[in-house]
């Protein structure tokens, strides 16, 4: 390829406004465009440094880092390759979904790639004030996921226990998506009869039944241009399953009492924490309506599968909830908090949070504020004197995870002189307080 030819390439991409990188099959940087300076150089000259070295700090390439690569891999394929990674920034590391394409000579032989970088603004990888926050695998695995479906049209259904942020994750997909200029609707299905479900869903015309004085607007034809998000869909009855069904299948509805079918414009997102395919095998969920609503499934990880995300999320909660900005977690109300399995998972640790930090009265959430509030920390685990009490025969893993909520009191926070204490070391104290909540 010669040297006018990659002048011109470089001269194209430097008017293309998402930035974008020219990289020889050896990882170093020839060229980028004005928006990746902007967006990701920092102060240093990028010209013949390697992308992991400025994207991620790294010394090795991201395969031999315990990252995918996606130049290798566009390199071992000859095709363009997608991935989503953490990357280093003027403004600290953030999310980046990156493309990488391979750019041929005359032969046909691979000379260079184009990376392009896109900075994912539905999640943050820092404490955030709004929307998905997180950096674990399982985080990361999720919003992958999402990235990929968004601008497809693919009804997507959530998966995972109650309380993981279900609708934060559809309203993600929601604004990652073509449609992210028109509504998101969202519906509760828990608790819906025949009757409500219809008129919410599809609206009623003037006089349909007694106190109908005006035409009402159902909530699909609100969510024209948008999306619809149906929250709890196992919890719909058999007999709404079908109505359901038939809009989905015909992509028409018609308003309670009136005669007219009306196109239906929106994209499909359901979501529920319960096992839907043993529903189907219990008949208590239509096999039909399952597969039609079950295209792309995404599964929310609960926190017990993000624990390393939890102080992130804490610090995020605590800046939503607190009424005092700037407060901050003491490092043993943080490590306690690591500690737990939320069975609410986010929104237990969001109610947690909030109790605490109006028991707190200084600058600091510290672990008494936590254990005052938390629902399932035995009320009287100390005597008159200071002593750790039982006063009821129990079980020795009870007994055990009794003795260290005392205990860590006690430590005022130094878990390594505690773990000395105890004759453990701190990993094995960190895996015991981490597993006390997850029998």
């Known amino acids: 390829m010669t040297a006018h030819f990659l002048s011109e390439l470089i001269s194209f991409l430097d008017g293309l406004p998402e930035p974008r990188i020219v990289m020889a099959a050896d990882y170093r940087i020839v060229a980028a465009n004005a928006a990746y300076i902007r967006d990701f150089g ?22 031999q880092a315990g990252e995918s690569c996606p130049l290798k ?94 609708e934060l994750v559809a309203r993600a997909i929601h604004e990652a998506s073509a449609r992210e200029e028109g509504p998101f609707v969202a519906v509760d299905c828990a608790g819906m009869t025949e009757t409500l479900f219809e008129s919410e869903l599809f609206g009623y015309e003037k006089g349909a039944f007694t106190g109908a004085t005006h035409r009402k607007q159902g909530l699909v034809e609100a969510a ?5 998000f149906l929250d709890e869909i196992g919890e ?12 989905l299948e015909t992509g028409t509805y018609r308003r309670v009492g009136g005669l007219d079918w009306l196109p239906a414009n929106f994209r499909l997102i359901t979501a529920t924490h319960r096992d839907l395919r043993a529903m189907v095998q219990a008949e208590t969920f239509r096999r039909d309506l399952y597969f039609r609503i079950n295209t792309f499934p ?85 005597g008159e004197d200071g002593a750790f009490r039982v006063g009821e025969v129990v079980d020795l893993a009870t007994l055990e995870e009794r003795y260290l909520a005392w205990v860590r009191l006690q430590a005022s926070g130094d878990h390594v002189q505690l773990a000395e204490r105890l004759g453990v070391s701190p990993r094995t104290l960190y895996r015991k307080l981490r597993e006390a909540k997850k029998d």
């Open 42 to 63: 920092g102060t240093k000259p990028l010209a013949g440094r390697c992308c992991y070295e400025v994207s991620h700090r790294f010394d090795v390439p991201c395969d």
């Open 73 to 166: 891999q566009s390199l071992e394929t000859g095709e363009p390759q997608h991935v989503l990674h953490l990357h280093h920034t003027p403004r600290g590391e953030e999310h980046v979904a990156v493309e990488t394409t391979p750019i041929r000579d005359d032969q046909g032989q691979i000379v260079y790639f184009v990376e392009t970088m896109r900075v994912v603004r539905q999640a943050s990888s820092r404490a955030a004030a709004q929307g998905l926050v997180g950096r674990s695998p399982a985080f990361v695995s999720m919003l992958e996921k999402i990235l990929r479906v968004a601008n497809s049209d693919a009804a997507v259904v959530l998966l995972g226990e109650t309380g993981t942020g279900k």
């Open 224 to 228: 024209a241009g948008g999306t619809l």
């Open 236 to 247: 719909l009855p058999l007999a709404l399953q079908v109505k359901l069904l038939r809009l």
């Open 298 to 382: 995404i599964h929310t990880p609960a926190l017990h599968e993000r624990i390393e995300d939890i102080p992130l999320l804490a610090a995020s909660l605590l800046e939503r909830v607190d009424r005092k900005p700037g407060r901050r977690f003491s490092p043993a109300a943080l490590e306690w908090l690591c500690s737990r399995r939320f069975t609410g998972n986010i929104r237990e640790l969001r109610n947690l949070i909030e109790r605490a930090t109006l028991m707190a009265d200084g600058e600091t959430i510290d672990l008494p504020h936590l254990l005052d509030m938390a629902d399932d920390v035995p009320a009287a685990l100390v």
